[in-house]
């Protein structure tokens, strides 16, 4: 089944210990992206990546990192947490650069920092 | 969905009326749409798209409706099922090809 794959579904962690969020795509597409969701500022875009070993800021990229070492798989690190970081994730994928194709969204993510 | 706002507008249908949901869009320079939609604890969930060279596309039990001269999307859902439930989101692609800008959302209730 084609599918984006986010891990964990659920994640509580304490302020400045640093995690990574995994995501794995099995359609062979070359862009992923990270997106966060929060109430009353909807879907907002963190990092993407146009094909391996290319990515680029997004719109709220403060605090995250990713990384694109193969074309399957795109983590998000954050070294270190803080509460504002609090929120819904989404891990995206589509076929290829423009967006002349939908993305396909994983399940999410929710982290809470405290 | 629980996560997606506090103050979505609500739409409330009876289960196997039409459903009409709107959307504004904000850039005159987008040239490709799309609807999504957001079930509670799950991801979004590509339902239709639509280019900036098609004024309506149609699927199955929806249509998009694409209104240029007022940047206007509308997602119409025909005999709305209870599974139709959800928040409904519109994307465009702005003057980007490197990321979708979505909108707020609309929450559809469905009435049994």
């Known amino acids: 089944e084609a599918q984006v794959t986010q891990n964990p579904r659920y994640l509580i962690t304490v302020t400045g210990k640093k995690l990574t969020v995994t995501c794995s795509q099995n359609?062979?597409?070359?862009?992923m992206s990270w997106y966060r969701q929060d109430p009353g500022l909807g879907l907002r875009q963190i990092y993407y990546?146009?094909?391996?070993?290319?990515?680029d800021k997004g719109d709220v990229p403060e605090g995250y990192k990713v990384s694109r070492k193969e074309k399957r798989n795109f983590p998000l690190i954050l070294e270190s947490p803080s509460p504002n970081q609090t929120s819904l994730y989404f891990c995206?994928?589509?076929?290829?650069?423009?967006?002349?194709?939908?993305?396909?969204f994983g399940n999410g993510t929710r982290l809470t920092v405290t | 969905g629980e996560n997606v706002g506090l103050h979505l507008p609500t739409l409330s249908v009876q289960e196997g009326d039409n459903s009409i949901i709107n959307c504004a869009y904000s850039?005159?320079?987008?040239?490709?749409f799309i609807w999504y939609k957001q079930e509670s604890g799950k991801g979004p969930q590509f339902i239709i798209d639509?280019?900036?060279?098609?004024d309506k596309r149609q699927g199955q039990r929806v249509t998009v409706l694409l209104n240029k001269t007022v940047k206007h999307l509308s997602l119409q859902i025909a005999a709305t099922q209870p599974g139709d439930s959800a928040v409904y989101f519109c994307?465009?692609?702005?003057?980007?090809?490197?990321?979708?800008?979505f909108g707020s959302g609309t929450r559809l209730l469905v009435r049994p």
């Open positions: 995206a994928s589509r076929e290829q650069g423009f967006f002349n194709s939908p993305l396909h």
């Open positions: 359609m062979n597409h070359e862009y």
């Open positions: 990546s146009m094909n391996v070993e290319v990515t």
């Open positions: 850039n005159s320079a987008s040239d490709y």
């Open positions: 639509i280019r900036s060279n098609m």
């Open positions: 994307a465009e692609n702005g003057d980007s090809s490197y990321k979708l800008i």
